[in-house]
């Protein structure tokens, strides 16, 4: 498991372009017939990914974690952004086709992975937080979850959100989690941004065309800087950083959020003119 230490809020202005990349971009995720796991220090958040090719691929507790086992302090949401395929929990099988996500309790000894095809393999999005309270795993069908249309053609940003995991769905300790797609034509989202102090985000960027490109803009308010962002690529967001986008071409982001509270808009906005 590879660990991040992040810069604050004042230090990262000196931050080059490499050491910006290095330090807040994720960019080793969803390498074939491996589990790939990312920790950091912002609300002590593990992410991952796990694709199934020859085998099925368990998830163990790495030695930095230490623990018996990935779940015993933690809870885990798993979103499938690839081939269909199914996680095992404890003895218990949940099939999962592509955009369907699980959340997965503390205390699940047994987290196992698998794909239908291995012409096609399940690409298993994994983001984790310390859990002080065990919930059911439960599954997440894309069909199920309340869709929330929002944002203009004006405005570059006509898409629709669908939340997995938080207080009114899919119950959870602090992990909150879903994702949005933005549709054909629109490319902005979380603009005009914000900031949550009391909890970090990190941003999954998927199902992006291979030539195209996010521009990720980070940062304070008064002192944003950007990063450029391929597909299947992660942006750990501290809770001092807003987080917003634009891009070459539409796509889809995962959200996932842990920290103090799980108020979905616990948020502090702010106006563009703001920016600097």
């Not at 034509?185 to 992006?208: K, Q």
Request: charged fraction near 20%.
């Amino acid at each position: 498991m590879e660990t991040r230490y992040l810069a604050d809020g004042v230090r990262y202005a000196g931050l080059g372009s490499a050491e910006l990349r290095e330090t807040f971009l994720v960019d080793s995720l969803f390498e074939p017939g491996c589990i790939r796991l990312v920790a950091c220090e912002a609300d002590r958040a593990v992410i991952g990914s796990a694709v199934p090719v020859a085998g099925p691929l368990p998830l163990a507790a790495a030695a930095e974690l230490r623990a018996d086992y990935f779940c015993q302090r933690r809870e885990l949401g798993v979103l499938n952004i690839g081939g269909p395929g199914s996680v095992r929990v404890d003895g218990a099988t949940y099939s999962l086709g592509t955009l369907d996500g699980l959340y997965v309790g503390r205390g699940s000894r047994e987290v196992v992975f698998t794909s239908a095809e291995a012409a096609r393999p399940a690409a298993f999005y994994l983001a984790s937080y310390p859990a002080h309270a065990s919930y059911p795993t439960t599954a997440a069908r894309q069909a199920e979850a309340a869709a929330v249309r929002l944002g203009t053609q004006a405005e570059c940003n006509c898409r629709t959100i669908r939340k997995y995991i938080h207080p009114d769905g899919i119950r959870s300790c602090q992990l909150v989690m879903g994702f949005t797609v933005l549709e054909e034509g629109s490319v902005w989202n979380s603009m005009p941004p914000h900031t949550h102090p009391r909890r970090s985000e990190i941003y999954l960027y998927f199902d992006l065309a291979p030539e195209a490109r996010v521009f990720h803009f980070m940062g304070r308010p008064d002192e944003t800087r950007h990063l450029v962002v391929a597909d299947r690529q992660a942006v750990i967001s501290p809770a001092w950083s807003i987080h917003c986008a634009t891009a070459t071409r539409r796509y889809t982001f995962c959200w996932a959020m842990g920290g103090e509270n799980q108020t979905f808009d616990d948020m502090d906005g702010l106006k563009v003119g703001e920016l600097r």
